[in-house]
């Protein structure tokens, strides 16, 4: 009993304690809710985004000829230096021409031969004419006379001709160089025979300057392209498209080239478009077969829709979202659509809207439904000015 009641003593004050504090608890929960997580926020805005294509390509030459010879032969002479570079017009190859100097010759001789037929056979036929006015000869030996000078006029021609041929062949043993550029290495030494029908070529000739870069662009992103710009979604100014050149190791290439053309067929093994660039190459730094990265400028977006790239969040399987907050402060996940990129933005083709307030720090710790409070609210610029990417909080 004694037990009991010493119990009952010390349980009332207790009980009343714990009562107090319950209370106090259930009006804090009444009065604050749940804690609010302190997040920076970026009001999603418009922008003028230029419309870039990050694209890979090889450069080549904007000529290239493959030197074959024309006539067959012993090489007699090298005429340059391997490496070098050479002029349109320059010897290249002294191929040995005393086979086609007798041809010349002998062709020229049976055109003196064919000359003096037609000069004998001339003189009778305009004799037999005369003849055949005065009645002296018959008709028949007149049209044979004739068909003798037509004959051998035909034969003149045809002489004339073999020594055109012969002239035209003994100067293909001069080899000479069809355009100007950098001259590979030789594949044929002195003393090598060479035929007009071969398909090793005996040198290589590149221009250098300018040079073609060659693109690949897959079929999807050349139809958007083309459709955005017939629709007229993109501005492009003056019709002209530049690029931006950057070698392998991200190294920008002081030059800018110029969109030459974009092929009108896919490549089937690759099923990617040929887009050419243009670009100029005066310290020949550009070498042909070299792996490039083409920034091609294709216009510009306006009006674009874009948020800060650290406030998008991509999943693996290729999913977006971003955390916008709703008229009740609470954080809620909104799914988008991606499209370019542009200092630190994306743009957005749809999941936001303008105006719509993104969450841009403690993304691992916000879930769909949690309160949050602004900490820092990133303004619009002024229009006209330009956006810098701001900082992650």
Same mark, same amino acid.
């Given at each position: 009993?004694?037990?009991?009641?010493?119990?009952?003593k010390?349980?009332?004050?207790?009980?009343?304690?714990?009562?107090?504090?319950? @209370?106090?608890?259930?009006?804090?929960?009444?009065?604050?809710?749940?804690?609010?997580?302190?997040?920076?926020?970026?009001v999603?805005k418009?922008?003028?985004?230029?419309?870039?294509?990050?694209?890979?390509?090889?450069?080549?030459?904007?000529?290239?000829?493959?030197?074959?010879?024309?006539?067959?032969?012993?090489?007699?002479?090298?005429?340059?230096?391997?490496?070098? @570079?050479?002029?349109?017009?320059?010897?290249?190859?002294?191929?040995?021409?005393?086979?086609?100097?007798?041809?010349?010759?002998?062709?020229?001789?049976?055109?003196?031969s064919?000359?003096?037929?037609?000069?004998?056979?001339?003189?009778?036929?305009?004799?037999?004419?005369?003849?055949?006015?005065?009645?002296?000869?018959?008709?028949?030996?007149?049209?044979?006379?004739?068909?003798?000078?037509?004959?051998?006029?035909?034969?003149?021609?045809?002489?004339?001709?073999?020594?055109? @041929?012969?002239? =035209?062949?003994?100067?293909?043993?001069?080899?000479?160089?069809?355009?100007?550029?950098?001259?590979?290495?030789?594949?044929?030494?002195?003393?090598?025979?060479?035929?007009?029908?071969?398909?090793?070529?005996?040198?290589?000739?590149?221009?250098?300057?300018?040079?073609?870069?060659?693109?690949?662009?897959?079929?999807? !992103?050349?139809?958007?392209?083309?459709?955005?710009?017939?629709?007229?979604?993109?501005?492009?100014?003056?019709?002209?498209?530049?690029?931006? =050149?950057?070698?392998?190791?991200?190294?920008?290439?002081?030059?800018?080239?110029?969109?030459?053309?974009?092929?009108v @067929?896919?490549?089937?093994?690759?099923?990617?478009?040929?887009?050419?660039?243009?670009?100029?190459?005066?310290?020949?730094?550009?070498?042909?077969?070299?792996?490039?990265?083409?920034?091609?400028?294709?216009?510009?977006?306006?009006?674009?829709?874009?948020?800060?790239?650290?406030?998008?969040?991509?999943?693996?399987?290729?999913?977006?979202y971003?955390?916008?907050?709703? !008229?009740?402060?609470?954080?809620?996940?909104?799914?988008?659509? =991606?499209?370019?990129?542009?200092?630190?933005?994306?743009v957005?083709?749809?999941?936001?809207?303008?105006?719509?307030?993104? =969450?841009?720090?403690?993304?691992?710790?916000?879930?769909?439904?949690?309160?949050?409070?602004?900490?820092?609210?990133?303004?619009?610029?002024?229009?006209?000015?330009a956006?810098?990417?701001?900082?992650?909080?």
């Amino acid at each position: 009993m004694f037990l009991s009641k010493v119990n009952k003593k010390h349980l009332l004050p207790s009980a009343l304690a714990l009562a107090i504090m319950l @209370t106090g608890c259930g009006e804090a929960q009444k009065a604050g809710g749940p804690q609010s997580l302190p997040v920076d926020v970026f009001v999603v805005k418009t922008m003028e985004v230029p419309v870039v294509s990050n694209l890979t390509g090889r450069v080549s030459a904007t000529r290239r000829a493959e030197v074959r010879p024309q006539v067959s032969g012993i090489i007699q002479k090298r005429l340059f230096v391997e490496g070098s @570079t050479v002029n349109q017009g320059d010897q290249l190859y002294q191929i040995d021409p005393a086979i086609y100097e007798a041809q010349a010759n002998s062709a020229q001789a049976n055109l003196r031969s064919a000359q003096a037929s037609l000069y004998t056979v001339k003189l009778k036929a305009d004799r037999y004419r005369q003849l055949l006015q005065q009645k002296a000869v018959s008709k028949q030996d007149y049209d044979d006379a004739q068909a003798a000078y037509l004959q051998a006029d035909a034969a003149v021609k045809a002489a004339e001709a073999a020594v055109e @041929t012969a002239n =035209i062949n003994l100067a293909y043993t001069k080899v000479y160089a069809p355009i100007s550029g950098r001259i590979s290495k030789s594949n044929f030494t002195e003393g090598a025979l060479v035929n007009a029908q071969q398909t090793n070529p005996l040198t290589i000739i590149q221009q250098l300057d300018p040079m073609y870069v060659d693109l690949g662009q897959t079929v999807e !992103d050349h139809m958007a392209l083309r459709q955005a710009m017939a629709s007229g979604v993109f501005k492009n100014a003056d019709g002209k498209a530049p690029v931006d =050149i950057y070698f392998s190791n991200g190294t920008k290439y002081a030059h800018q080239g110029q969109l030459e053309f974009s092929d009108v @067929t896919v490549d089937e093994t690759t099923g990617m478009v040929n887009l050419r660039a243009i670009v100029p190459n005066p310290d020949r730094q550009l070498l042909p077969g070299m792996f490039l990265r083409g920034d091609l400028h294709e216009g510009t977006l306006p009006n674009a829709i874009v948020v800060r790239q650290d406030a998008v969040i991509r999943e693996a399987g290729g999913l977006s979202y971003v955390y916008i907050i709703d !008229d009740k402060g609470l954080a809620q996940r909104s799914i988008v659509k =991606i499209g370019t990129e542009y200092e630190g933005y994306f743009v957005i083709t749809s999941g936001l809207k303008v105006g719509d307030r993104v =969450i841009s720090s403690n993304l691992q710790k916000i879930r769909s439904g949690a309160p949050v409070s602004e900490v820092k609210a990133e303004q619009k610029p002024a229009e006209g000015e330009a956006a810098a990417p701001a900082k992650a909080g």
